[in-house]
């Protein structure tokens, strides 16, 4: 059986765009930034962890268990990044790469007909094929009418995630 998680940007993570704003910010070099209203679900390291033990712990083989999270505008984090490092805003726009997205989306309407809910988790769930694990009764059947994107859930303010870079030790990681 396979257990999988899908999830966005882990904040800070290498693959973050926020150590790459801490480290231009730090030397003095300017933020290259394609569009501030680009929007990138948020989750922690820890949050992800936790996401991977409760897919263990509801054992659902050939299920992708999905967080629901908030997100961040990328000209928001560049802005709170500013502030907590006192720092003037020498950021400069650049064109959208091959390739790059403007929104994440971690359900796409073609999936939405086999998702499941939990108060914290969405569940990518097929019914109809052969499973020997049943679904968790906290999980209940819901249809959604647009894809999951991070362009479509709560926006985190930049005083919201300036307290999460400090809580999450962000800056002094890198």
């Not at 948020?42 to 409760?54: E, K, Q, V």
Request: aromatic fraction near 8%; proline fraction near 5%; hydrophobic fraction near 35%.
């Amino acid at each position: 059986k396979f257990l999988c998680v899908r999830y966005g940007n882990v904040l800070g993570s290498r693959g973050s765009i926020i150590p790459i704003f801490v480290n231009k910010i730090k030397q003095g070099k300017k933020i290259t930034i394609t569009d501030p209203e680009m929007t990138r679900f948020n989750i922690t390291i820890d949050s992800a962890t936790d996401l991977i033990f409760r897919a263990l712990k509801n054992n659902i083989g050939g299920s992708i268990l999905i967080p629901k999270l908030p997100a961040y505008k990328v000209g928001i984090l560049k802005d709170a990044l500013l502030e907590l490092l006192n720092a003037e805003d020498q950021s400069i726009r650049i064109p959208v790469r091959p390739g790059e997205k403007y929104h994440e989306s971690l359900i796409s309407l073609d999936e939405s007909r086999n998702v499941y809910q939990n108060d914290t988790d969405y569940l990518l769930y097929e019914p109809n094929r052969d499973v020997t694990t049943p679904l968790p009764n906290e999980f209940k059947k819901i249809i959604l009418t647009e894809s999951y994107s991070s362009n479509k859930v709560s926006i985190l303010s930049k005083n919201e995630l300036k307290d999460l870079i400090l809580k999450e030790n962000l800056i002094q990681m890198w």
